[in-house]
């Protein structure tokens, strides 16, 4: 256990579909991430968000929306995707001092297995 | 901005052997290099990190160093068993910069 949970662990949705993943840190951290996890690809920062401020938005497609109510919690809500978007959605948490996030230590999610239909 | 270019892409030792992995960055400004592990059906997990004030640094069977003025930082693996069998990547930093990930290296230990 790393202190970040994700949920839900899988999840399989139609291109019409609107669903939400949801992260959750336990770890006191002021700074969480959505990373994008594609079989050939790198790690894809996608949101940065820093003392509940975005910081960071990778030219990510609107139809990926993120919210941070809070330090704690981490939302991504997820409308019209395309078959494409299937991945592995990973969320981390750290703790910064700059705007930016980076520099420490960051610790993952399990990740969320989406498949997109 | 960072560019991190990571390999070989994949790796198969002996158990026993020794493992090298090699990435190089792009930015001098980067001053946080983090070794992370990923095993099946997890996240990636951090098992070693060097900053740029230090050239090596050790934990049991795995080491890291960094070369600055080369841009250029390594992970070793010594002895290595079974469980050391997964995906590793490495990334930068510059501190107010997010993680600049490499590709990833899948590592095969084979008993």
């Known amino acids: 256990e790393t202190g970040v949970t994700q949920t839900p662990r899988h999840l399989v949705m139609g291109m019409t579909n609107k669903k939400s993943l949801k992260c959750e840190q336990h770890?006191?951290?002021?700074?969480m991430y959505w990373y994008k996890q594609s079989a050939k690809k790198p790690l894809e920062l996608m949101f940065v968000?820093?003392?509940?401020?975005?910081?960071e938005n990778n030219s990510v497609p609107s139809r990926f929306s993120p919210e941070c109510p809070n330090s704690s919690h981490l939302f991504l809500h997820l409308h019209t995707l395309q078959p494409e978007d299937s991945a592995l959605y990973l969320c981390?948490?750290?703790?910064?001092?700059?705007?930016?996030?980076?520099?420490?230590?960051?610790?993952f999610g399990p990740g969320t297995r989406l498949t997109v239909l | 901005g960072e560019n991190v270019e990571q390999h070989p892409s994949t790796l198969s030792v002996q158990e026993g052997d020794s493992a090298v992995i090699k990435c190089t960055y792009s930015?001098?400004?980067?001053?946080?290099f983090p070794w992370y592990k990923q095993e099946l059906g997890k996240g990636p997990q951090l098992i070693i990190d060097?900053?740029?004030?230090?050239g090596e640094k050790k934990d049991q069977r795995i080491a890291v160093t960094l070369n600055k003025t080369a841009k250029h930082f390594s992970l070793h693996i010594t002895e290595t068993q079974p469980e050391d069998s997964a995906v590793y990547f490495c990334?930068?930093?510059?501190?107010?910069?997010?993680?600049?990930f490499g590709k990833g290296t899948r590592l095969s230990v084979i008993a």
């Open positions: 968000y820093n003392f509940k401020e975005q910081t």
């Open positions: 770890l006191g951290h002021n700074a």
């Open positions: 990334a930068a930093s510059s501190g107010n910069t997010p993680l600049v």
């Open positions: 060097i900053r740029s004030n230090v």
């Open positions: 981390a948490s750290s703790q910064d001092n700059q705007a930016g996030g980076g520099g420490n230590e960051q610790f």
């Open positions: 930015d001098s400004a980067s001053n946080y």
